[in-house]
């Protein structure tokens, strides 16, 4: 299977060379590009991306491992994340997540057959003040209740 960017993501890449001296610094963003484009950065994507910018796939492998909002296997359409650092914790961050593993037949860090649903557990995600906190894709769930879930798990269905 190859990868390439397509084509807003070309184009976007093609803005980010004339702003940075140096090809490295694109590899964070370049990697979100492909992350958004595919759901997942594959082995073909960072070879790819090595290529485009003349380091070598390891290079690229060291970085997106590195960071755990980087995915290297295929996940679900909706990344249900769980924070579960510790305001969360105390605000019953457990039994959301417990919530949502019943309400979608799966445990934590597994996808639904259908590959719709994934569930991640992270650490914070910066939104103490509102714990428990849930983050599905780019969307935070702020004061998360098993009702807001279900409403939204509803929704997604
Ligand atoms: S502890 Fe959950 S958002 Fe900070």
Redesign the pocket.
Known sequence: MNFEFSEENEQKFQELLTKYPKKDSLMLPSLWMIQHQESWISPEAMEYLAKRLDTSPMNIYSVASFYTMFHLKPIGKYNIQV?K?????LRG?EDIKKHIENRLGIKAGESTKDMKFTITEVE?????GT???VCINDDYIQNTTPAIIDEIINELK
Request: some cysteine.
């Open positions: 924070c650092t510790l305001s969360c914790m961050s914070c995600l910066g939104s103490c714990a428990p906190c």
